[in-house]
């Protein structure tokens, strides 16, 4: 069982077979009367409209992370196209994106119900090409202010949102059952477009033997897929006028203690997954500078995107591993490996041997994605187990626990998307007290140490209230 279907366990039972009326389509692809839990519907026509329905947002999701994560790799090209910010600037650069990103995530989660999936989708990715073409002008002129490159960078932010209301999406098309396989492959397309923008950008605006820097094609080169992905999500998707918002399950899933608890984890896991994701092309280039020359492009600086992609695809071993050893385990364990690979590299930089400072980070990432992937898995089963202890009472009184499950998965993925912005900003308060990552490293084990400790006494320890989860 996949992290999302244990999520999808908690619906409410099905509906008979052949209950549903057939469907109505209206004009702007509106689709009434959809009810996925209906057999007869679902292999008829259901199946095959929500496929189409999910390559279209695996696209626009793919973008939208791409975009989300230009300035990570940008940033390091900056010296050499003749602009003189300081090391402060480039880290607000990086993170800024996440801060907007994670934030525009919670309102995001309402946008599909408010103006349908398939309309939200192609205004999500139109909005792309905001970032996307005004990241090509700002440096395309070293002169450019400061202040004016920080709020394009902000503007990237739009990506991050594009997570919450696909995933929102895709929900409403699925049946219980076949949620975690449709919710999975939509959370790795979109994740996998984080590597992608670190390794098409160092080939893109580096170009001849001369290697003539070209940075404003790290924006433009991604125009023309938008503009595809827009029109192919204006089409092809379908607006759903079953998708209801749930305010209601929000609110309760807010006043539920252990959301917070696990949105802290959920920073620990994902949230460092998308912060060293931001941050890896500059501590390769401060790093290893001598290694991670502009001309070519940088051999070192090329292998950035490695880390991105070895975290992506760690997050659904993390969820598989979670199934059949319990989410709280696996999850220590990630933030046992993550402690100790910081502790690592701290110890390990002054040998200045780049491949093991690689190796390490693509430890880092794995132990990171597969701790996103326990972690998500978890939350299901602490919302289950809450509402059968609190009584059916509670169920009556306010919402259901599938409401405030899901509820909860949305808010927790917007509060760990904090990660992004936190990770970088602790790097540049140590590189601006002491010039070096050595106070920021430390205190990541620290973090990922008192992590640990919530995970077992909450979740893993015999005595805890919930069990093993």
């Known amino acids: 069982m996949s992290i999302d279907e244990a999520a999808s366990n908690l619906a409410l039972a099905p509906a008979p077979a052949g209950t549903a009326p057939p469907l109505n389509h209206r004009p702007g692809r509106w689709i009434d009367n959809w009810d996925a839990e209906d057999p007869t519907q679902w292999n008829s026509v ?8 999910l390559q279209w947002s695996i696209a626009c999701e793919f973008l939208g992370f791409v975009v989300w994560q230009l300035w990570s790799i940008v940033v390091v090209y900056l010296p050499a196209a003749g602009f ?25 989660t309402f946008m599909v119900p408010r103006f349908g999936g398939r309309n939200w989708t192609i205004i999500s990715a139109l909005l792309l090409l905001i970032p996307s073409i005004g990241l090509a002008l700002c440096v395309s002129n070293p002169e450019t202010p400061f202040g004016v490159m920080l709020a394009v960078a902000a503007l990237a932010g739009f990506g991050g949102g594009n997570f919450a209301s696909s995933m929102a999406n895709i929900t409403f098309f699925y049946p219980a ?6 919710l999975g492959l939509n959370a790795a397309g979109g994740n996998l477009g984080a590597a992608v923008a670190q390794l098409v950008v160092p080939i893109a605006v580096v170009l001849g033997a001369a290697a003539t820097l070209n940075l404003p094609l790290a924006g433009l080169v991604w125009v023309p897929l938008i503009l595809v992905a827009a029109f192919g999500a204006w089409k092809y998707m379908d607006n759903l006028s079953s998708a ?5 399950g929000s609110l309760a899933a807010v006043r539920e203690p252990h959301l917070w608890i696990m949105a802290f984890l959920y920073i620990g896991t994902f949230g460092s997954f998308i912060g060293f994701a931001g941050v890896f092309p500059k501590l390769i280039v401060d790093s ?31 969820g598989r591993l979670a199934d059949r050893f319990g989410g709280a385990l696996i999850t220590v364990g990630a933030f046992a490996v993550m402690a100790a690979i910081a502790l690592s590299v701290v110890w390990t930089l002054p040998l200045s041997n780049f491949w093991l400072f690689l190796g390490l980070f693509l430890v880092l990432f794995a132990a990171a994605g597969a701790g996103n992937g326990a972690t998500y898995r978890m939350i299901p089963i602490i919302f289950a187990r809450r509402g059968a202890a609190a009584g059916s009472g509670e169920v009556r009184e306010s919402v259901s626990t599938a409401r405030k499950s899901a509820a909860a998965l ?7 998307a904090y990660g992004g912005f ?3 900003q602790v790097l540049n308060a140590s590189k601006g007290a002491s010039g070096s990552y050595d106070g920021a490293f430390y205190g990541f084990v620290a973090g990922y ?8 006494f909450f979740y893993l320890r015999r005595s805890s209230t919930l069990g093993k989860v």
């Open 244 to 248: 209801k918002s749930d305010l209601a």
């Open 84 to 108: 003189t910010f300081t090391t402060s600037q480039i880290f607000w650069l990086i993170s800024m994106p996440s801060l907007v990103g994670a934030t525009l995530r919670i309102p995001y």
């Open 288 to 318: 290893f500078p001598a290694f991670s020359t502009i001309s070519m492009g940088g051999v070192t600086l090329g292998l950035a995107f490695l880390g991105p992609l070895v975290g992506s695809l760690a997050r659904p071993f993390g």
């Open 449 to 456: 140490v008192l992590m640990l400790a919530v995970t077992w």
């Open 46 to 53: 259901g199946k095959s409209i929500a496929k189409r329905n």
């Open 410 to 416: 949305g808010l927790i993925s917007a509060v760990g």
């Open 422 to 424: 936190l990770i970088p």
């Open 177 to 182: 059952r076949e949620k975690g396989w449709a």
